[in-house]
């Protein structure tokens, strides 16, 4: 893969002595997006956060748009062009969606899409209905979609995005493996973690599958199909 948006070499990183990722590698080319599956506990959310910052990483390489950014502080690396939808949302629960949304607002780097506030309301009609309303008030669903607007309207390069679907009813499910979709055809590289694979499947150019803290399995949707044998070693519950 010829300049990657994101590139991710041989990551590790520790929660106290306990050694969570072993050395974890993969790569988003620009317009694609990427999964990671695994069973609980098998660092996926973790290569997200040592990826934002938030875990720092004990060793290995972490580049964004040819710039290394293993180490940096967190909010430097938004501003360079990566987003993060944390799984927790970690929303402002006593500002209103609209200064919710207005936190998540910067210039971005240049060559990312620009967002708007009026886009966010064409995804999900009801943050506009609630616009004015304290966002502690939302429903789950609703925080969700109020979480991924904040970021993209930060004008990302990539999204890091953590089980957008968990605990979410199945027409808003849908919706948000369409915005998804669309964002990306709009420009946005996404690494999602995902725990539906029929969602994760449907909407990524290529999977990586981990266990243990590694990567084990590495491919296109159709390529993991064709291997029954790491469905059932490392995603089978």
Known sequence: MSNPILKVENLNAHYGKSHILHGVSFNVARGEVVSLLGRNGSGRSTTLKSIMGLVPPSAGRVQLDGAEIAGERSFHICRRGLSYVPEEREIFLNLSVD??????????????????????????????????????????????????????????????????????????????????????EKGVSVVLVEQKLTIAMTVSHRICVMGHGQVVFAGTPQALNERPDVTEEWLAV
């Open 99 to 184: 200064e919710n949304l207005e936190m998540g607002r910067q210039a971005g780097p240049a060559g990312a899409t620009k967002w708007a506030v009026d886009q966010m309301f064409t995804y999900f009609p009801r943050l506009k209905e609630r616009r004015n309303t304290r966002a502690g008030s939302l429903s789950g669903g609703e925080q969700q979609m109020l979480t991924m607007c904040r970021s993209l309207l930060g004008n990302p390069l990539v999204m890091l995005i953590d089980e957008p679907t968990e605990g979410l009813a199945p027409k808003i499910v849908a919706v948000v493996g369409e915005v998804i979709r669309d964002i990306n």
